[in-house]
Each structure stands twice: as C-alpha cells, then as structure tokens.
C-alpha cells in the first residue's frame, strides 16, 4: 500500500522552463493538497481540490496551475519557472468531513537555477 | 482560521519527558487540534489529535484544557529518533480542509 506517490524525488529546472509535479494516491481519499516548504518554515498551502472535478487556491498559487485528473492524480504545473519557487513541494490527501488527519507523500525537492 | 503558536525549537536529552505547548486563543468550536511530526526530507506524520480533555495512543499524550485555548503534546522519554519538527494545527473538520494552516512548528532536538 504506497499511500501517496510523488514524482520526481528531485528535480532541477533552469528559469523560465516548465514542469508538472505528479501526485497519486491509492486511498480513495476524496480531497488533495499541495503544499510547498521553505527552509526553516512551516508548509503552506498552494492549491487544493475538495474532490473530483473542483480546484480552489490556497495562500500561496501565483505561479501554478493545478489539474485534478480524476480521483487519485493530483498534478503541480510551473509553466514558467522562477528561482523563488525553489522548494520541497508536498501532496498531501485527506478523507474529507470528520476527524481524521491528512496523509502526506516524501516530497518533490525542486531547485530553479 | 485560528493562528497557533509554538515554541521554535526545544532541547532535550534521551530519556526525558517532554512538553511542548501550543496556544491557539481563538479556537472555534468545531475545531480539532492535530499534530504531526516531520523528519527531513520527509513529509509531515500524523501524531495524535484531540478536541477536549486527555487523549493518549502510544507515541504521545495530548492535554487540552477546559477553555481549549491551548493544547500540550507529552512525549514520554524520548529517544534520539525523536528529534524532528512537531507541528500543532486548528482546523475544523465539517469543511474541505483548506483550513490545515501550518506554523514553523517546534523543532526538538533530543541530544545523548
């Protein structure tokens, strides 16, 4: 049981190239995140999907795109990357409505040279 | 959304108890508190979550008082492994989620 997949582990882009961070969960969980992590700081919220078929920003979107492809993907699009989006990025699933925590993948390190 | 606050790093030594304290005043009434654990270059591991009273499982202790305004995660005598980031979190549980808003957290060392 994976939980939740992210894909790359790592990557290194150069300014102004694109890329697409993939997330898939194997929970039949109903809602999905990304966050990123600066170093030294907590994870703040870029975008999250309720459910299938809805997307909504988080604090921090300018700069992404995000596509729910269907219940279990989730994917991250830089389509013109910035050195100030070097980060950890994280998936993250949560069941939905009730008590229960979320559950996080091992992250994306990504660096924009 | 209710802003929490922990200390930013603790010090402790292998086989001591410890205590970290989280305050969040404005603590809504259908919030929970969480909290999880992260080791580098991993993400955030759920700990243990509770809405009043004492709540224990068998990693760590969660007391929360009466007024909720605050919550304190007991880890019985630590290890080494135990040095990691602990992040407390408010949320209210009958929405979407896009409320899981996490602090720096509390970044323990446990030292030999």
């Known amino acids: 049981n994976a939980g939740v997949t992210q894909t790359p582990k790592f990557q290194v882009l150069k300014t102004g190239q694109s890329m697409t961070l993939q997330c898939a969960q194997d929970?039949?969980?109903?809602?999905m995140y990304w966050y990123r992590q600066d170093p030294g700081m907590g994870l703040r919220l870029i975008y999250y999907s309720a459910s299938e078929g809805t997307t909504d920003k988080g604090e921090v979107p300018n700069g992404y795109n995000v596509s729910r492809l269907n219940k279990r993907e989730f994917s991250l699009r830089l389509e013109s990357a910035a050195p100030s989006q070097t980060s950890v990025y994280f998936c993250?699933?949560?069941?939905?409505?009730?008590?229960?925590?979320?559950?996080f993948g091992d992250g994306t390190r990504l660096s924009i040279l | 959304l209710a802003k929490t606050t922990q200390p930013i790093s603790m010090d402790s030594y292998e086989g001591q108890e410890v205590n970290i304290t989280c305050s969040h005043n404005?603590?809504?009434?259908?919030?929970?508190i969480t909290w999880y654990q992260q080791f580098p270059s991993q993400g955030p591991r759920f700990i243990i979550q509770?809405?009043?009273t004492k709540v224990t499982n068998e990693v760590a202790s969660l007391f929360i008082p009466a007024d909720r305004k605050s919550s304190t995660l007991s880890l019985p005598r630590v290890s080494l492994s135990d040095t990691a980031v602990y992040y407390c979190?408010?949320?209210?549980?009958?929405?979407?989620?896009?409320?899981?808003?996490f602090g720096p957290g509390t970044r323990l060392s446990v030292l030999p």
């Open positions: 929970m039949n969980h109903n809602s």
């Open positions: 509770g809405y009043k």
């Open positions: 979190l408010v949320a209210g549980l009958d929405n979407y989620g896009q409320n899981f808003v």
């Open positions: 404005n603590i809504a009434t259908n919030d929970y």
């Open positions: 993250a699933t949560w069941i939905g409505p009730g008590n229960q925590p979320q559950h």
